[in-house]
């Protein structure tokens, strides 16, 4: 008996049909939702009229054909982990785990969770108005360039007729456009403070790491986006 039921199950494509009528047993006594009930048979359903034999019994390969399929046929990943996860629950509930496949890897991985929106930013850069951190939260997101290179922001090289400035990091120089807009309002605002020559930027990094997580705050933007 031990033997028979360690014996890897395998299954053709009428005994697959077979379980579909159970599988929607299942899903109606685990009071899943009619739609997501609906949806999950009906993909079962194509999968096995589109990827099961009546010569041969289901295997890996078939499943894996199934997802390069899905993965040609649509570009959403979430489109694609939604058809996975409703053949892999199939075919868990047929006592084929094995065949199951791994979901591909959605955009959301590639990209920081705690990325500031685009709605965040314009909040927080209203309030950086009244705590002098406007310009230098304008020029890390319009420039890209980094708190430690904000001394590369000079009188000089925003009067520049080029709009761009170099920046120096870890010996490695490279050169940042800077938007003319910008470089206009740097201009009043260094004409404002009679800052004739040298750096614009003058807060100290203490000074805009507190302000920045104080605009944060008041922004009711996670702290730990900034």
């Not at 904000?150 to 490695?172: H, W, Y």
Request: positive net charge; contains cysteine.
């Amino acid at each position: 008996i031990k033997e028979q039921l360690e014996e890897p199950v395998e299954l053709k494509k009428n005994d697959l049909i077979e379980f579909i009528e159970m599988y929607e047993e299942r899903l109606i006594e685990e009071e899943f939702a009619e739609n997501t009930r609906l949806k999950y048979v009906r993909n079962a359903k194509w999968f096995v009229e589109t990827y099961a034999s009546d010569d041969e019994y289901l295997k890996k390969t078939d499943v894996i054909q199934f997802k390069d399929d899905i993965q040609n046929k649509y570009t959403s990943s979430q489109t694609i982990n939604s058809y996975i996860t409703t053949i892999n629950r199939f075919l868990h509930f047929c006592d084929l785990g094995e065949l199951t496949v791994k979901k591909v890897k959605t955009q959301d991985d590639n990209v920081i969770n705690d990325r500031i929106y685009e709605k965040e930013y314009k909040r927080m850069l209203r309030k950086s108005k009244q705590m002098d951190l406007h310009y230098l939260m304008r020029l890390m997101a319009e420039t890209g360039i980094r708190v430690s290179e904000r001394k590369f922001v000079t009188v000089e090289a925003i009067n520049r007729s080029t709009l761009d400035f170099k920046v120096n990091n870890k010996g490695k120089w490279r050169t940042v456009p800077l938007p003319q807009e910008l470089a206009r309002e740097l201009r009043r605002y260094a004409d404002k403070n009679g800052i004739e020559k040298g750096q614009i930027i003058n807060q100290d990094y203490r000074t805009i790491y507190n302000g920045v997580k104080r605009i944060a705050g008041l922004c009711k933007v996670k702290k730990e986006k900034v």
